[in-house]
């Protein structure tokens, strides 16, 4: 054997005959040396930022995209193409968008009476439309958290629909064509009465024109989203 401290070459010894090193304790000092750096390395590798995030879901693979599920939201986006509004100024829903409108009408109520509780007169006529689009938003984050990406494009595809829904409404401020729900008179109408309040007319069209592009350009982008998921899975498979 050779001796690790002065290379001095002997037969097989408890210790080296040359210099004394006792190779027992030498191999022992080795071996917590060993244990210490380790024990660094894994601190070092716990606080390492790449290691620790905020959001440890988002370290989460996202779930696949099923054929049957790219085809039932591809439907839907087509219906979203076909029979949603192309202009803001409407005077009636078709039966599709007046079936998706009533559901979301639900949660523009629901808001209304959930937002008035903060005292705020204000916050209470904006809190319809702002609910309408937060529950699909609260939906959306649930999928988002599970990475499911099915989920996430149908809540996304519902929350920039509600984009166009509110556009639409905003734009009826100037002009009230739209019937309002239970008969109730005009001045009930939410955005007439938000215009009003802030002194918006200059801007009133501009900016339901911002909420309705900001809606299709989110349901176009999430289909070309949801498409890339489905090829990149059909791939894999």
């Known amino acids: 054997m050779i ?19 006792i190779f027992a304790k030498y191999q ?10 380790n024990k660094n390395n894994i601190e070092i590798e716990e606080k390492s930022p790449t290691e620790k995030t905020w959001f440890p879901f988002l370290t989460r693979p996202w779930k696949p995209v099923t054929t049957p599920a790219f085809i039932f939201l591809s439907l839907l986006f087509l219906l979203h193409i076909i029979f949603f509004p192309k202009t803001t100024l409407i005077e009636g829903w078709s039966v599709f968008t007046g079936m998706v409108h009533n559901v979301n009408l639900v949660f523009h109520e629901a808001g209304h009476a959930l937002f008035a509780v903060f005292g705020n007169d204000t916050l209470a006529i904006l809190g ?18 599970q990475r499911d990406r099915t989920g996430t494009a149908f809540a996304l595809l519902w929350f920039f629909g509600n984009f166009i829904d509110v556009s639409i409404y905003m734009a009826d401020g100037r002009f009230l064509k739209l019937p309002l729900i239970g008969g109730l008179d005009l001045e009930a109408h939410d955005w007439r009465n938000l215009f009003n309040r802030f002194d918006l007319w200059g801007a009133d069209q501009g900016l339901s024109k911002i909420m309705f592009y900001l809606g299709w350009a989110g349901i176009f982008l999430t289909w070309a989203w949801l498409y890339k998921s489905w090829q990149a899975t059909h791939k894999k498979g």
């Open 3 to 21: 001796c690790p401290k002065c290379q001095f070459e002997q037969p097989d010894a408890k210790s080296c005959a040359h210099c004394g090193l």
């Open 28 to 37: 022992a000092s080795l071996d917590r040396q060993d244990t210490i750096s």
């Open 128 to 145: 319809g439309s702002l609910n309408q689009c937060l529950i699909p938003f609260v939906v959306f984050a649930s999928f988002f958290h």
